[in-house]
């Protein structure tokens, strides 16, 4: 057997103890399922009964009725090569809108509770976000397909996930946008939850 150096062996524990400090949030969080349907749910759920996302989210639904899947995909390759370059007028014109103004406030008042917001169409494009988010459509994702595609009811509680650009553990709520008055699923919301905060 090789005999390791005193650097080799403290890399070693150091590498371990490494792997541990990441692992334990994930493995405390492995009942982050049960903790966001108890402590977050009835507020997500609020949100996406929201009188301005409804609002919102009919009123891009009549916009782009008329929209193919090329259409879709045009728009979504738009927004992939903005989120690289200075001009962004498909991306900045979501992000001014009233309900991407009305998500940031949300987002903020949640005191880093949320880590993202966003809320889609029945086609599953985005209609205001509180970040800009790394594509346009969401419709070939889960996110969109098990919440708006299964009902009124339904709730999507993603895994959890390290996000490096909060250098937080999280994990994505999703559930659909619902028209209170005609009982129609029109959209979906997403709440990235950072779960350190629901200890």
């Not at 728009?75 to 001009?87: F, G, H, N, P, V």
């Not at 979501?94 to 949640?110: M, P």
């Amino acid at each position: 057997m090789r005999k390791m150096t005193k650097f080799a062996v403290l890399s070693a524990v150091v590498a371990g103890a490494f792997a541990i400090a990441v692992q334990s949030p994930v493995l405390a969080a492995e009942d982050h399922v049960e903790l966001i349907r108890s402590k977050v749910l009835a507020q997500a759920q609020a949100l996406a009964s929201d009188p301005r996302v409804i609002a919102a989210v009919e009123s891009q639904n009549r916009k782009s009725a008329g929209l193919g899947q090329s259409d879709i995909d045009r728009l979504d390759k738009q927004w992939r090569s903005e989120t690289a370059a200075t001009s962004r007028p498909l991306i900045d014109g979501v992000l001014a809108n009233e309900l991407s103004q009305f998500l940031g406030k949300v987002k903020t008042d949640g005191r880093g509770l949320y880590t993202e917001i966003f809320v889609m169409d029945n086609k599953g494009l985005n209609v205001g976000q509180s970040d800009v988010t790394s594509d346009y459509w969401q419709g070939d994702e889960d996110k969109w397909q098990k919440t708006y595609g299964k009902g009124a009811n339904a709730v999507l509680i993603d895994d959890v996930e390290f996000d490096e650009s909060t250098q937080s553990f999280q994990s994505q709520l999703s559930l659909p946008v619902v028209d209170g008055g005609t009982g129609d699923v029109v959209g979906a919301i997403t709440i990235g939850i950072n779960v350190d905060l629901l200890q």
